[in-house]
C-alpha cells in the first residue's frame, strides 16, 4: 500500500470514529440532532405534548385549526378535517377530506390514523367528542388546542392581543419545523395591521354573535374586542371581563351601539340575526337596527388566527362604507 492509500484510510477510519463519539456525546433524551428540535416538548393549555417528531398525519378541528396549517402551507400534512364555521378562504382552497360538519366522533377520527389532532376549542376534546386528550396520548395520538382557546386558570390569554396571536403561529410553525414560513407569516401580517388606518370616528358598537331570546355578544378580553379595537370601534360591552358574554337586551338597548357587528357561520346566518334585531320589541327601536347600519365577519375570522388581520381591514372598509367615508 502506497503512503497517499494509507493517510486517506486512516482519515476515513478517523472520521467515522469522530462521528461515533460525537453521536454518543450528548443527552440520551435527545437522540435527534439539536438543529432539528425534536424531541420538544410544550405545555399546551395545561397538558404536557411530548412530540418526537413534526406531524405527518393531522386531523383539525374547526376552521381556525384548518386555516392554520394551510396559511403555514402544511395543507398536505391535513388527512382530515371537521366541524368547519364556514368556507375556507380562496387563496388557501384546497382538496381535504371532510370528517363531518359537526364535532366528530373518536371512531370516525381514529378511521384516518392520525398521529397529531389540532382543535379550536377545548371543549373538542371530550370523551363525547374525540377523546380525552390523555386516552388519546395513549395511543400515541398528539393533541394540540390553539393557545388563546385555553379556558384553564393560568393559561387564559386574555386579554387577547396581536402579539399573543402571532406567537401562536409561530408555536405551530415550531412544532411542524415550519420556522420558516411562520416568520414570514408573521412578519406579513404585522406588516399588514401597521398599515391599517383605524375609523377616525369610534362608533359604539356591538359584537353580536348568536343568540335570540338571550343574545351572545363580543366582550371586553377576548377577539372582538382585540378586532374592534384595532378598528377604531368602541366596544359597547367593553367593561365586561369575558372573552365572549351573555347579555340582556335591554342592557345592550341603554348602551344604544351606533354600529352592530353581525357574525356569519354555518348554524346562525347574518339575516337570521337581522331578523332577530328587526322583530325585537327593544331593539327594532334603535336607529343602528332602523338604519341597518350592520358590519359582517365570518366566524372563523372572528376567533384567534391567521384571519384577523384581514377581519381589522375589512371593519374599516365596512365602517368607511357604511358612513360614506373613502377607504
Not at 169 to 181: D, K, L, T, Y
Request: charged share 15%; aromatic share 8%; glycine share 6%.
Amino acid at each position: 500500500m502506497n503512503r497517499a492509500n494509507s493517510t486517506c484510510r486512516f482519515f476515513a477510519v478517523f472520521s467515522v470514529l469522530a462521528l461515533s463519539l460525537s453521536a454518543c456525546s450528548g443527552d440520551s433524551t435527545t437522540q435527534a440532532p439539536v438543529s432539528s428540535g425534536y424531541p420538544m416538548s410544550i405545555d399546551n393549555c395545561g397538558t404536557r405534548l411530548e412530540i418526537a417528531s413534526p406531524p405527518q398525519r393531522v386531523v383539525t378541528i374547526k376552521s381556525t385549526a384548518t386555516e392554520m396549517l394551510l396559511a403555514l402551507g402544511l395543507g398536505d400534512r391535513i388527512v382530515g378535517s371537521a366541524f368547519a364555521d364556514g368556507p375556507v378562504p380562496e387563496k388557501w382552497q384546497q382538496q381535504i377530506p371532510v370528517i363531518s360538519k359537526s364535532l366528530p366522533a373518536q371512531e370516525s377520527v381514529l378511521s384516518y390514523s392520525p398521529d397529531f389532532i389540532f382543535g379550536g376549542w377545548e371543549s373538542n376534546f371530550t370523551p363525547e367528542g374525540v377523546g380525552d386528550r390523555s386516552s388519546l396520548a395513549q395511543l400515541n395520538i398528539s393533541t394540540y388546542v390553539a393557545p388563546a382557546a385555553c379556558l384553564k386558570s393560568g393559561y387564559k390569554t386574555a386579554p387577547l392581543t396581536f402579539d399573543k396571536v402571532f406567537a401562536g403561529i409561530s408555536e405551530v410553525g415550531h412544532i411542524f419545523a415550519a420556522e420558516a414560513a411562520a416568520e414570514q407569516l408573521v412578519t406579513q401580517e404585522r406588516e399588514k395591521l401597521a398599515a391599517i388606518v383605524p375609523s377616525a370616528d369610534k362608533h359604539s358598537t356591538l359584537w353580536f354573535s348568536s343568540g335570540s331570546e338571550t343574545p351572545y355578544v363580543g366582550a371586553g378580553t377576548g377577539a372582538p374586542q382585540m378586532l374592534m379595537e384595532a378598528a377604531g370601534l368602541v366596544n359597547v360591552m367593553a367593561d365586561v371581563q369575558e372573552s365572549w358574554a351573555s347579555a340582556s337586551w335591554e342592557v345592550i338597548a341603554e348602551r344604544n351601539p351606533d354600529t352592530i357587528v353581525l357574525v356569519n357561520s354555518s348554524w346562525g346566518s347574518t339575516e337570521k340575526k337581522k331578523l332577530v334585531l328587526e322583530s325585537h320589541p327593544v331593539m327594532s327601536q334603535l336607529e343602528a337596527v332602523k338604519n341597518k347600519r350592520y358590519l359582517v365577519v365570518p366566524f372563523a375570522a372572528s376567533e384567534a388566527g391567521v384571519r384577523n388581520v384581514d377581519t381589522v381591514q375589512s371593519l374599516v372598509d365596512q365602517t368607511n362604507a357604511l358612513y360614506g367615508k373613502a377607504s
